[in-house]
């Protein structure tokens, strides 16, 4: 019951600072040889995104006890660009004191948004000290070995650069450092096997030493998004000492069934799988535990589980054979009932069966049983057994709990230790074995919807552990559509909402512009992550690109009379803030014509024709700079086999089609009234519609072919390489097949590739309903919905199961997601 693992894990991760780490081994020879706590940060801007976004550290950083680890390390705000490194946590008397290990150049941030700052020059040792003072923090800073190591305290530093050259690295620190998964935003250290490193633990657990019978080291990885939070990794134990995961050398997990017994009101359930009892005995004498004369009894238990129900405790022994067990029970018995075709019976107080488990368990005064199959029920009360075995009757059981699949969905099937609970389950497991102050941080921190699951799975050796605090959600049904959440602005919506990608998971957020406009991002679960005061709206789509080629994703766009790319938090990428005198901007078009980000930015305003490579610069090589008439919409890029085609539509009817330099690749003759659709390579040819209603295509050659549709004017298409949807008056075509809808006002189409099927929306505007097809006309379940706007759609969470979002009223926004 001592998940110690988890609870000082969980401290470390109110942490909105990261640092930097090289593979050589020396960057370990400058952690402190008194630093208990270290992390290894692989992307700091990853981390400093999905914590910022991640509700349980919002609801936990304004406790007592993370705030004083953020503020010890308030002075790493100061430090611009950081990317990766190590982060080691030392004690001096009372205060906790951090070494910031780095191969990148020290930068401070931009000084104009700073207040009293002050930087001194110190010597030591031949080397040089720098000592900053910014807004009332203090730290230190050298160059030594090719790292910058930056501490809060100076004497820290100086004792990590003399002693760098000499000092031993903690052996499982370098095990832990040479295999920390670098795919992972972060990785964490925690070493409670040295007696020295009791005082920093202690001031972060409130002096309680459970932590320290718990293991001798605990290497995490952290996986975070908006609602969770996982950790996984390895416990090692010290074989010789009195330790709780020795109990479990040598034993195999076991698939956990106690949940199939538990009430399903349970504030948690523990289950303790032992493939072989006698093992759990001797593990018990190797570490010093006395042996009972109680043991061999329990020879054939296989699971050891107990529920926190009805303000009492309920243990659950699963054996694969009853006799021994029951033999003694008939002796100790001292009543016997009926209920519910089940015997229960009263024990003698003070049974000594229980004493092999308090190790596990702890002490509690069970008077009561029974038995269920192969299961033996016990209880401190009469009434509390009794409702157990008739909700194990009725099957109301833990198994079929949001709470138990939820977690049951993130963990393996098999464990030594497999712990479930509710946040007030959860608080009660910290009060009673890892710390009161602890325990009171998270009563108070309103994570009543999260469940908070803990996996230890014994190994050779050592122990796998999983972590988990993850917001409970509903099971629904397949083929079912629901709302995921709702945004409400202060302002009416200029813009429809847009899907965007996070670098950071690979998941989907939002983007949208009110009509003052602000422009905001917004998670996968609704919280506004930042916003932006723009000069004008936004025109068009906004286009993701990789300027630097690192995966780290940016904005870029076009207003009225502004090309500007923004990076992930919302900051201008220079020089990608050009502005045009005059206005009246289309929407950017963005080439990467090979594929691999080497970019080209077009811009155009009325005849003019602006192309920018990654750089900023104009690509001088491009000579269609100046068009013959007005371009009525940005220009796109297509590429049939070898050859790349930019097309432009002008104002005059004519088409212009032309290679990457901007010379004619297909000469057309004709001109045209183009209906307000872009143009689509459909069949490969170019494809597009006139205001009186012809379907016209035009292939590599520049030969025309077209077909008179009657299409009223305001129709609309979409198109995929072969599959083409016509949206006229209330007539929707797929492929050919057309699905007469209800009498209406009806947007263009929209066609959407997810997960190897395709999709085909139209909005009613007017009887505000959303339409779904698939590529042979079928509605999807459950749709029409009531939306008053396009949709953009993807899959948000990767999960295969696509998400859709939309204008909802005019100043909200609404996800709903397809099962």
Same mark, same amino acid.
């Given at each position: ?39 290894? %940060? ?108 930056? @501490? ?58 459970? %932590? ?15 609602? /969770? ?24 997990? %076991? ?17 303790? $799988? ?62 016997? /009932? ?50 157990? %075995? ?70 050779? $050796? ?41 670098? @950071? ?22 919280? !506004? ?32 009379? /502004?090309?500007? !790319? ?236 696509? /998400? ?16």
């Amino acid at each position: 019951m001592r998940h110690t693992l988890l609870f000082a894990a969980l401290l470390l991760l109110c942490f909105s600072c990261s640092t930097k780490t090289e593979s050589e081994n020396s960057i370990l020879e400058l952690v402190p040889t008194n630093a208990s706590l270290v992390f290894k %940060i692989n992307d700091f801007e990853t981390l400093t995104n999905e914590s910022s976004s991640n509700e349980i550290f919002d609801a936990l950083e304004g406790q007592d006890s993370f705030k004083q680890i953020k503020k010890s390390i308030t002075s790493l705000n100061y430090i611009a660009d950081k990317k990766k490194g190590l982060l080691a946590f030392s004690i001096d008397s009372t205060l906790i004191d951090y070494t910031y290990i780095s191969t990148d150049s020290l930068k401070i941030r931009d000084g104009d948004s700073l207040q009293n700052k002050s930087i001194e020059t110190l010597s030591y040792d031949n080397l040089k000290i720098i000592k900053y003072e910014i807004e009332n923090s203090v730290f230190y800073s050298t160059h030594f070995d090719n790292y910058w190591v930056i @501490s809060s305290s100076q004497t820290l530093l100086q004792n990590s650069i003399t002693t760098a050259e000499t000092s031993v690295v903690d052996e499982s620190l370098q095990q832990f450092y040479n295999v920390a998964n670098k795919d992972k935003v972060m990785n964490i250290w925690l070493n409670i096997d040295d007696v020295n490193n009791k005082p920093l633990l202690d001031h972060l657990l409130g002096a309680d030493e459970n %932590i320290f019978n718990f293991a001798s080291t605990i290497s995490l990885d952290l996986t975070l998004n908006d609602t /969770e939070i996982s950790l996984s990794g390895i416990a090692e134990s010290n074989s010789t000492k009195n330790l709780f995961l020795n109990l479990f050398n040598n034993t195999k997990p %076991i698939q956990n069934k106690a949940s199939l017994l538990a009430p399903s009101d349970a504030e948690y359930l523990i289950s303790f $799988g032992l493939d072989d009892f006698k093992l759990y005995t001797a593990n018990k004498i190797a570490i010093n535990r006395p042996a009972t004369t109680m043991d061999s009894l329990l020879n054939t238990v296989e699971e050891i589980g107990v529920a926190a129900y009805d303000n009492e405790h309920v243990l659950f022994l699963r054996t694969y054979g009853t006799a021994t067990l029951l033999d003694y029970i008939n002796e100790e018995k001292i009543s016997t /009932e009926e209920f519910s075709s089940n015997e229960i019976w009263g024990l003698k107080p003070n049974t000594k069966i229980f004493d092999p488990l308090i190790p596990l368990i702890g002490e509690h005064p069970f008077e009561y049983a029974s038995i269920i199959e192969n299961t033996f029920l016990f209880s401190t009360s009469k009434n509390t057994l009794e409702s157990v %075995i008739s909700k194990i009757k009725t099957g109301d059981t833990f198994d079929k709990t949001n709470l138990f699949k939820n977690a049951e969905r993130k963990l393996t099937s098999s464990s030594s230790v497999l712990s479930i609970s509710n946040s007030k389950g959860f608080s009660s497991l910290l009060d009673k074995s890892v710390s009161r102050t602890l325990a009171e941080t998270f009563r108070k921190s309103n994570l009543n919807d999260y469940v908070f699951g803990t996996q230890i799975i014994a190994d050779a $050796g050592f122990f796998h552990t999983n972590f988990l605090i993850k917001k409970i959600t509903e099971e629904e049904d397949t083929n079912s559509v629901s709302s995921v959440f709702e945004v409400k602005f202060d302002t009416d919506l200029a813009t429809l909402p847009q899907f965007v990608t996070n670098h @950071s998971n690979g998941r989907k957020e939002i983007i949208v512009q009110d009509q003052e406009n602000i422009l905001y991002l917004i998670t996968n679960s609704g919280k !506004i992550l930042w916003k932006k005061q723009l000069n004008g709206t936004i025109q068009g789509k906004i286009q993701q690109v990789d300027l630097f080629k690192n995966g780290k994703l940016q904005l870029a766009f076009t207003t009225n009379n /502004e090309f500007l !790319i923004l990076d992930r938090n919302g900051k201008e990428v220079q020089p990608f803030s050009k502005k045009y005198t005059g206005g009246n901007l289309n929407s950017l078009a963005v080439f990467d014509y090979e594929g691999r980000k080497d970019y080209r930015f077009v811009v155009t305003q009325d005849k003019n024709v602006f192309m920018y490579n990654g750089k900023g610069d104009v690509v001088k090589g491009f000579t269609y700079d100046t068009a013959e008439a007005p371009i009525v919409a940005a220009p796109q890029h297509f590429r049939i086999g070898k050859k790349d085609y930019i097309v432009f539509k002008l104002e005059n009817g004519q088409l212009k089609i032309t290679n990457r330099v901007g010379k004619t690749r297909v000469n057309v003759k004709d001109k045209f009234s183009f209906s307000d659709n872009d143009i689509k390579l459909y069949q490969n040819k170019f494809t597009f519609t006139s205001v009186e209603g012809k379907l016209y295509q035009i292939d590599t050659q520049g030969k025309i072919s077209s077909s008179n549709l009657n299409l009223a004017k305001d129709h609309g298409i979409d198109a995929t390489s072969k599959t083409l949807a016509i949206m006229n008056d209330n007539t929707l075509t797929i492929r050919d097949k057309k699905i007469q809808l209800e009498l209406g006002v009806y947007s263009k189409p929209t066609v959407f590739y997810l997960n190897d099927k395709i999709y085909v929306s139209v909005t009613d505007i007017q009887n505000q309903k959303i339409y779904l097809f698939d590529s042979q006309a079928e509605s999807i379940p459950n749709f029409p919905i009531f939306g008053s706007s396009i949709i953009d759609m993807a899959d948000i969470n990767a999960n295969r199961q696509p /998400e859709f979002v939309f204008k909802d009223q005019e100043n909200s926004i609404r996800v709903f997601k397809i099962r």
